[in-house]
């Protein structure tokens, strides 16, 4: 292998890294936008407040925490595969760094054959 490829391999996991960081970041909205929805169904809830439309928005309550509860499985499970990037890039980095060197000798040596 040359250089080159480990870079392009360093480069392609860079980005898939940032897709990954963006899609954690929409998960984040989301479940942060489900408890906003939360808080406000809450406090409509009143003592005035009827037997149904109270039953109506505490079901709209259980739906919005069960979507929570998808969006961190969801996030969790972006950021587990972004860590794995992350070991990809540094062993891709790890060779990248040996295949430098290897062709750096092989430079000293031509130039030594030159000499």
């Known amino acids: 292998m040359n250089s080159s490829y480990y870079q392009n391999k360093?480069?392609?996991l860079e980005k898939e890294i940032a897709e990954l960081e963006k899609?954690?970041?929409?998960?984040?909205?989301?479940?942060?936008d489900k408890s906003s929805r939360i808080i406000t169904i809450q406090r409509s809830i009143t003592k005035y407040t009827?037997?149904?439309?109270?039953?109506?928005?505490?079901?709209?309550i259980e739906t919005l925490n069960k979507?929570?509860?998808k969006a961190q499985q969801?996030?969790?499970?972006?950021?587990?595969?972004?860590?794995?990037?992350r070991t990809q890039r540094a062993k891709?980095?790890?060779d990248l760094q040996r295949?430098?060197?290897?062709?750096n000798e092989k430079s000293a040596l031509?130039?030594?054959k030159i000499q």
């Open 10 to 12: 360093i480069n392609q």
């Open 23 to 32: 899609k954690i970041a929409a998960e984040s909205k989301t479940e942060a």
């Open 50 to 60: 009827s037997a149904s439309t109270a039953s109506m928005r505490m079901r709209q």
């Open 67 to 69: 979507d929570i509860v």
């Open 74 to 85: 969801k996030r969790a499970d972006l950021q587990k595969k972004q860590a794995d990037k």
């Open 92 to 94: 891709y980095a790890i």
């Open 99 to 103: 295949e430098i060197g290897r062709e």
């Open 110 to 112: 031509e130039q030594k």
